[in-house]
DNA sequence: CTACGTGCAAATGGTTTGCACATAC
DNA sequence: GTATGTGCAAACCATTTGCACGTAG
């Protein structure tokens, strides 16, 4: 268990250097707590999780840990990230989902049918009923393609 | 049955009476501003619509309506919903999507190449460069179904 | 008439932040 | 030694809710 851990600790390792970061115990806790399950969570479930191995790391530690985790690629956030919800018509429209543009925030729309069959394909198989869905991708558009080295984080 | 679209208004007063609810103002107004642009907007952007047309409608008054737009299937929510962030391993994992069970909350993965090709052409198509994406189906899951959904709202 | 709706202000609750102290490098 | 990190509590902020009053049907 403890040698699957050592690529995601370099991984993580490597990073903290290049951002000139500190690979401190919590962070230390906090990585290994994260990847000793495959499993989805949510921040207080891992606050829960570090309290059952005594380990006490604050809340503010917690999340300020897994904004480096996403930054580092070693995390992905599955759902929301968003702060409010935002709205379109659905009535008179055909369905349709979304490019969203990371620096000017500006909304693609588009359609794709054999997208949707293949989605429908998905459920039969896995014996699912679907009631909605949601595809999102996330990147640059046109015209930010040009000027992507600017304002990178 | 019908070819000709009826209006938003129909709609939603059907589905108002269907309820047992009423036609205030209030919801006039809301359901008339929100249907005046074709946009993607959020709670406070609407309220500010409201206010340059004279209309003084609380936020709490803007939330309950939002909903009832989306039960009645005139909105779609298209960003968020999700209270908190969920977040999942991604490094030495093969990227998937999500099917998330509207009742009991479980998280089916799968993968599907042919799905992955599709968004890379739309991305070309668009001219868009992907950074990332998220593809997620609400449903019912295969236990859920048989126990049924009694108290929809 | 009366069940439903509204505005207001206060509550919620996940997440973020200011600050003083602690520590990795 | 100093730039970073941490814990704590307070702040944030979109959204929800309790309550007393208003009103559509």
Known sequence: MVSEMVSETEKFKEYLVSRKLKF???RQAILYQVFATHKH???DELL????NNDMKISKATIYRTLALLVESGLLREVISGERHAHYEHVYGHEH???LVCNKCGKIIEFVEQRIEKLQDEVCRVNKFKPESHR???QGLCEDCI???WVGQK
């Not at 829960?48 to 309290?51: A, E, G």
């Open 24 to 26: 401190t115990p919590e």
């Open 41 to 43: 969570f949510e921040a």
């Open 48 to 51: 829960v999780d570090l309290r």
């Open 96 to 98: 349709h989902d979304h």
């Open 135 to 137: 595809l999102q991708i």
């Open 146 to 148: 040009e000027t992507e």
